[in-house]
C-alpha cells in the first residue's frame, strides 16, 4: 500500500468516527470526496506497479540490447580483419598469358576471351583452347624469346 492509499483510509477512518449524518449535503460532500480519495488510491497503486514491470522490462531489454551491440562489434571486428584481403585482389588476376606454339609471342586470355577463336597477334596463328590445350602453358606474360634474352 502507498502513501496515498495509507492517507485515504486514515481519512475514511476519520470520516466513520465522527459518525456523519449521510442526509447532510456537507457530510454527502465529505463521503463523497473520500470515496474519490480511494479510488483514485487503487488506481495509483496500479501505476505504480505497472511503472515496476516497465522499469523490469526497460532494463531486461537494454541487457539485450547490451548483448546484440557486443555481437555487432565482433562481427564488424570480423569484417574488418577480413576486409584488408579485398584491397590485396587485383581485378587484373584474371587474365593470364599463353604462348602461341608457333611463334611463342604471349598471349593474353581474359573472361571474356573466346577460347576456340583465340589469334596471334604476332604471326596470326589461330589457336583453338578447347580442342586441345596441351602443350599451352601459362607463362608471366613474356614470350620463349624475350625469356632466353
Known amino acids: 500500500m502507498n502513501d496515498f492509499a495509507k492517507k485515504a483510509a486514515y481519512l475514511r477512518g ?3 468516527g465522527m ?3 449521510p442526509s447532510n449535503p456537507e457530510h454527502k460532500l ?7 480519495l ?3 488510491s487503487d488506481v495509483a497503486e496500479e501505476l505504480l506497479l505497472a511503472v515496476d514491470d ?8 537494454g541487457d539485450s540490447v547490451d548483448e546484440i551491440i557486443e ?3 565482433d562481427i564488424e571486428s570480423e569484417l574488418d ?5 579485398d584491397d590485396d585482389y587485383d581485378d587484373d588476376d584474371d587474365e593470364i598469358h599463353i604462348g602461341c606454339p608457333k611463334c611463342g609471342t604471349a598471349i593474353e586470355i581474359d573472361d571474356i576471351t573466346d577460347p576456340s577463336d583465340i589469334v596471334c597477334q604476332k604471326c596470326g596463328e589461330r589457336i583453338d583452347l578447347t580442342a ?3 602443350g599451352y602453358e601459362e607463362i608471366d606474360g613474356k614470350s620463349d624469346d624475350e625469356d632466353d634474352e
Open 54 to 61: 516497465l522499469d523490469e522490462s526497460t532494463e531486461e531489454l
Open 132 to 134: 586441345d590445350d596441351e
Open 19 to 21: 459518525k456523519l449524518d
Open 14 to 16: 476519520l470520516m466513520e
Open 30 to 36: 465529505i463521503a463523497g470526496i473520500i470515496d474519490v
Open 71 to 73: 555481437r555487432i562489434e
Open 38 to 40: 480511494g479510488d483514485l
Open 81 to 85: 580483419y577480413f576486409d584488408g584481403f
